[in-house]
C-alpha cells in the first residue's frame, strides 16, 4: 500500500457509491429497502442523495427511467439482491429499448459465502447484461468508484442505456481509501460530424422532403438544429417518441395528422434518431421511391430493413448543422401546403368525436378538454392501451421531454414511476399521467408513494372496464373474447383517497372540467377516474407486428 492510500481517509462501500454518485450531479436515488443496500442508503444520508422509496422495484427502475426522461441525466435505481433485481428487469428493458441512460445498483448476497445459498443469492450479471451496456460486480471495496464511473459512462455514451453494478454484501459493507478522482461524462450533443457531401446533394434535390425524427433526437440534443434546418429548407418535421415536442406542436413546419402523406409522399426522408421498426413499418410507411438519409447518434444495433441512400452517425446537431450550411434546397411551399391541407382536413374530422357527449365519456372529449387546461410545459404521461394511443394521437406536445410513453417495449405499469420522477424533477410544472384501468393494477400502490413524498401528480383514468387494446382486436380475429374483461366501474377513485390521495369519479362529460380543476388544485396526488365507452374501439390496423 502507498503511502497515499494509507494517508487517504477510509469510507465503507456505500458512501463510495454515493460519494461517486454526488460528484456526477446525480441527487436523487430510487429505491425500496432490503438489507443489502444499507450500507449505500448510509452513504447516500451522509452526501445529501435523497432517497426516493417507492412500493415495487419496477417503479422504482421506471422512475430513474422517467429521471433520465425528463431531465436528459442518468436516473439511478437500488435494488435489492434477488427478487428485487429480478422486479426491476422490466424497466431495465424498457430503458434499453428506450435509449435511457440509467444506472441500476443492486444488492448481492456476500461474497465470502458465494455458493453457499446465502439468503437472496442469484447471480444477476447473466440475466441482466444483454439488457445493459455494462453489468459487473466489484470484487473488492477499492474498485467501488471506478466501477461507478464506468458504468454512468457506458450509460451515457451513445447510443445510451441502462447500466447496472451489484455490490456484494461484505463487499459493500467494508472500507477502502476515498478517491476524488474519476472519469467525467461524455457531452451527449458531442460526437464525430462525418462528410455529409452526399446526404447534402439529394436534400438539394430533392423536391418533397420531410424529416421524421425521434427519441435519439432528444438525448443527442438535437432539437435547435433540427429546427433551424427544417426552417432554413422549408422541410415538413414529423416526430415520434421522446422527440415529440422538440418543434412545437404549433409550428407552421410540424405536422402529426397528415404523416402518411408526407412520409409517403416524399421524395426524400431524413430519418433522424429513430429506427426503422414497427413504428415506421419496418421502413414501409416511406413510399416506395422515398430515397433515405439516416441520422443517428451512432451506427445502429439492427440493420435497416431497407437500403438507404445515406448515412451519417455521430453528433446529431452538428450533422443537421453542416446540412443547414451545405445544401440549399428547391422551394418546398406547395408541398408544404399540400400537407398542411391534409393535416386540417384531418384535424377537422376529429371534432365530431372531441365535441361528443355520450356517458359513459367517448375518450377524445376527455383529451379535447385536457388541451385546454394543459399548459404548455406540462409533462404528459400515458400508460394504458387504446386509451394512450387516443392521446398520443390528438394530444399536442410543445417542448422536448413533455410527452412520456413507454416507448416500443410497451411496459405497462411504467406511469406512476415516470410520474414520480417527472414531478420530483419539474415540481413548478403540471404532471398528467393518463392511466388505463387495466394500466392501474400494475403500480396502483404508487399512489401511496406519491402521497407520501407530496408529489402531486394528476392522473386522469380511462375507465372503460376492459383491456380494450387486447378486447376488440381478440373479438375482431376470432369473433369472441376472453381474458380481455375487468370490473365495470370500480372506484379506483377511492383506492387513491384510501392512500392519502385525492379521488374524482366522473360520469358525465359535464361534470369533466370540475372534477379536473379540483384535481389540479387539490395538493395531494389526485385520480380522476373516468367512466368510459367500452364499445368506442380504436382504430388500429395491426399491434403485434
Ligand atoms: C406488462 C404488460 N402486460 C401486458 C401487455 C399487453 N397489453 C397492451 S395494452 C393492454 C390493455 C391495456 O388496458 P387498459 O390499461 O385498461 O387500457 P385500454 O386499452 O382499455 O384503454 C394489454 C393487456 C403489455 N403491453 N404490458
Ligand atoms: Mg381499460
Same mark, same amino acid.
Given at each position: $500500500?502507498?503511502?497515499?492510500?494509507?494517508?487517504?481517509?477510509?469510507?465503507?462501500?456505500?458512501?463510495?457509491?454515493?460519494?461517486?454518485?454526488?460528484?456526477?450531479?446525480?441527487?436523487?436515488?430510487?429505491?425500496?429497502?432490503?438489507?443489502?443496500?444499507?450500507?449505500?442508503?448510509?452513504?447516500?444520508?451522509?452526501?445529501?442523495?435523497?432517497?426516493?422509496?417507492?412500493?415495487?422495484?419496477?417503479?422504482?427502475?421506471?422512475?430513474?427511467?422517467?429521471?433520465?426522461?425528463?431531465?436528459?441525466?442518468?436516473?439511478?435505481?437500488?435494488?435489492?439482491?434477488?427478487?428485487?433485481?429480478?422486479?426491476?428487469?422490466?424497466?431495465?428493458?424498457?430503458?434499453?429499448?428506450?435509449?435511457?441512460?440509467?444506472?441500476?445498483?443492486?444488492? =448481492?448476497?456476500?461474497?465470502?459465502?458465494?455458493?453457499?445459498?446465502?439468503?437472496?443469492?442469484?447471480?444477476?450479471?447473466?440475466?441482466?447484461?444483454?439488457?445493459?451496456?455494462?453489468?459487473?460486480?466489484?470484487?473488492?471495496?477499492?474498485?467501488?468508484?471506478?466501477?461507478?464511473?464506468?458504468?454512468?459512462?457506458?450509460?451515457?455514451?451513445?447510443?445510451?442505456?441502462?447500466?447496472?453494478?451489484?455490490?456484494?454484501?461484505?463487499?459493500?459493507?467494508?472500507?477502502?481509501?476515498?478517491?476524488?478522482?474519476?472519469?467525467?461524462?461524455?457531452?451527449?450533443?458531442?460526437?464525430?460530424?462525418?462528410?455529409?457531401? =452526399?446526404?447534402?446533394?439529394?436534400?438539394?434535390?430533392?423536391?418533397?422532403?420531410?424529416? $421524421?425524427?425521434?427519441?435519439?433526437?432528444?438525448?443527442?440534443?438535437?432539437?435547435?438544429?433540427?429546427?433551424?434546418?427544417?426552417?432554413?429548407?422549408?422541410?415538413?418535421?414529423?416526430?415520434?417518441?421522446?422527440?415529440?415536442?422538440?418543434?412545437?406542436?404549433?409550428?407552421?413546419?410540424?405536422?402529426?395528422?397528415?404523416?402518411?402523406?408526407?412520409?409517403?409522399?416524399?421524395?426524400?426522408?431524413?430519418?433522424?434518431?429513430?429506427?426503422?421498426?414497427?413504428?415506421?413499418?419496418?421502413?414501409?410507411?416511406?413510399?416506395?421511391?422515398?430515397?433515405?438519409?439516416?441520422?443517428?447518434?451512432?451506427?445502429?444495433?439492427?440493420?435497416?430493413?431497407?437500403?438507404?441512400?445515406?448515412?451519417?452517425?455521430?453528433?446529431?446537431?452538428?450533422?443537421?448543422?453542416?446540412?443547414?450550411?451545405?445544401?440549399?434546397?428547391?422551394?418546398?411551399?406547395?408541398?408544404?401546403?399540400?400537407?398542411?391541407?391534409?393535416?386540417?382536413?384531418?384535424?377537422?374530422?376529429?371534432?365530431?368525436?372531441?365535441?361528443?357527449?355520450?356517458?359513459?365519456?367517448?375518450?377524445?372529449?376527455?383529451?379535447?378538454?385536457?388541451?385546454?387546461?394543459?399548459?404548455?410545459?406540462?409533462?404528459?404521461?400515458?400508460?394504458?392501451?387504446?386509451?394512450?394511443?387516443?392521446?398520443?394521437?390528438?394530444?399536442?406536445?410543445?417542448?422536448?421531454?413533455?410527452?412520456?410513453?413507454?416507448?416500443?417495449?410497451?411496459?405497462?405499469?411504467?406511469?406512476?414511476?415516470?410520474?414520480?420522477?417527472?414531478?420530483?424533477?419539474?415540481?413548478?410544472?403540471?404532471?398528467?399521467?393518463?392511466?388505463?384501468?387495466?394500466?392501474?393494477?400494475?403500480?396502483?400502490?404508487?399512489?401511496?408513494?406519491?402521497?407520501?413524498?407530496?408529489?402531486?401528480?394528476?392522473?386522469?383514468?380511462?375507465?372503460?372496464?376492459?383491456?380494450?387494446?387486447?378486447?376488440?382486436? $381478440?373479438?375482431?380475429?376470432?369473433?369472441?373474447?376472453?381474458?380481455?374483461?375487468?370490473?365495470?366501474?370500480?372506484?379506483?377513485?377511492?383506492?387513491?383517497?384510501?392512500?392519502?390521495?385525492?379521488?374524482?369519479?366522473?360520469?358525465?362529460?359535464?361534470?369533466?372540467?370540475?372534477?379536473?380543476?379540483?384535481?389540479?388544485?387539490?395538493?395531494?396526488?389526485?385520480?380522476?377516474?373516468?367512466?368510459?365507452?367500452?364499445?368506442?374501439?380504436?382504430?388500429?390496423?395491426?399491434?403485434?407486428?
Amino acid at each position: $500500500m502507498s503511502a497515499d492510500t494509507q494517508d487517504a481517509t477510509q469510507l465503507h462501500g456505500g458512501r463510495l457509491v454515493a460519494k461517486r454518485l454526488k460528484a456526477h450531479g446525480i441527487t436523487r436515488l430510487f429505491t425500496l429497502s432490503g438489507g443489502h443496500l444499507f450500507s449505500i442508503f448510509d452513504g447516500c444520508r451522509e452526501e445529501g442523495i435523497e432517497l426516493v422509496d417507492v412500493r415495487h422495484e419496477s417503479a422504482a427502475t421506471f422512475a430513474a427511467e422517467g429521471w433520465a426522461k425528463v431531465t436528459r441525466q442518468p436516473g439511478v435505481a437500488a435494488l435489492t439482491a434477488g427478487p428485487g433485481v429480478t422486479n426491476g428487469m422490466s424497466a431495465i428493458a424498457s430503458a434499453q429499448q428506450n435509449g435511457s441512460p440509467i444506472l441500476v445498483l443492486g444488492g =448481492r448476497a456476500p461474497a465470502m459465502r458465494w455458493g453457499q445459498g446465502s439468503l437472496q443469492e442469484i447471480d444477476h450479471v447473466p440475466f441482466v447484461r444483454p439488457l445493459t451496456k455494462l453489468a459487473a460486480t466489484p470484487e473488492t471495496t477499492a474498485e467501488i468508484p471506478g466501477l461507478i464511473d464506468e458504468a454512468l459512462v457506458a450509460a451515457v455514451t451513445p447510443h445510451s442505456g441502462p447500466a447496472f453494478v451489484d455490490f456484494p454484501l461484505d463487499v459493500v459493507f467494508s472500507e477502502a481509501p476515498e478517491s476524488d478522482e474519476g472519469l467525467s461524462l461524455p457531452d451527449a450533443a458531442a460526437g464525430p460530424v462525418p462528410d455529409v457531401a =452526399r446526404a447534402a446533394a439529394l436534400l438539394r434535390d430533392a423536391e418533397r422532403p420531410v424529416i $421524421m425524427a425521434g427519441t435519439n433526437l432528444y438525448w443527442g440534443h438535437g432539437e435547435v438544429a433540427l429546427l433551424a434546418l427544417a426552417q432554413e429548407l422549408g422541410i415538413p418535421v414529423f416526430l415520434n417518441g421522446l422527440a415529440r415536442g422538440c418543434v412545437p406542436a404549433d409550428h407552421e413546419l410540424f405536422f402529426s395528422r397528415a404523416r402518411s402523406n408526407g412520409l409517403k409522399g416524399a421524395d426524400l426522408a431524413l430519418v433522424v434518431g429513430v429506427p426503422m421498426d414497427f413504428r415506421l413499418g419496418f421502413g414501409q410507411s416511406f413510399g416506395e421511391e422515398t430515397e433515405l438519409v439516416v441520422v443517428d447518434r451512432a451506427e445502429p444495433s439492427r440493420d435497416h430493413p431497407r437500403p438507404v441512400a445515406a448515412e451519417l452517425y455521430g453528433s446529431i446537431g452538428g450533422i443537421l448543422d453542416a446540412l443547414r450550411t451545405s445544401a440549399g434546397g428547391s422551394d418546398t411551399r406547395a408541398w408544404v401546403a399540400d400537407l398542411r391541407a391534409a393535416e386540417t382536413e384531418k384535424r377537422q374530422a376529429e371534432r365530431a368525436e372531441l365535441d361528443d357527449d355520450r356517458a359513459p365519456l367517448h375518450p377524445m372529449r376527455l383529451y379535447r378538454e385536457l388541451g385546454e387546461l394543459l399548459d404548455r410545459d406540462a409533462i404528459v404521461i400515458g400508460d394504458g392501451g387504446d386509451f394512450v394511443s387516443f392521446a398520443g394521437r390528438v394530444m399536442d406536445t410543445y417542448q422536448p421531454g413533455c410527452w412520456l410513453d413507454p416507448g416500443p417495449f410497451g411496459c405497462l405499469g411504467c406511469g406512476p414511476g415516470y410520474a414520480l420522477a417527472a414531478k420530483l424533477a419539474h415540481p413548478e410544472r403540471q404532471v398528467l399521467l393518463l392511466l388505463g384501468d387495466g394500466a392501474f393494477g400494475f403500480s396502483g400502490m404508487e399512489f401511496d408513494t406519491l402521497a407520501r413524498h407530496g408529489v402531486d401528480v394528476v392522473a386522469v383514468m380511462g375507465n372503460n372496464g376492459i383491456w380494450a387494446l387486447e378486447k376488440h382486436p $381478440m373479438e375482431f380475429l376470432y369473433g369472441y373474447s376472453v381474458a380481455a374483461d375487468l370490473r365495470p366501474g370500480t372506484r379506483y377513485d377511492q383506492v387513491v383517497e384510501a392512500l392519502g390521495g385525492h379521488g374524482e369519479l366522473v360520469s358525465q362529460p359535464s361534470e369533466l372540467r370540475p372534477a379536473l380543476d379540483r384535481a389540479f388544485s387539490a395538493g395531494a396526488p389526485a385520480l380522476v377516474n373516468v367512466l368510459t365507452d367500452p364499445e368506442v374501439v380504436y382504430p388500429r390496423r395491426s399491434n403485434l407486428a
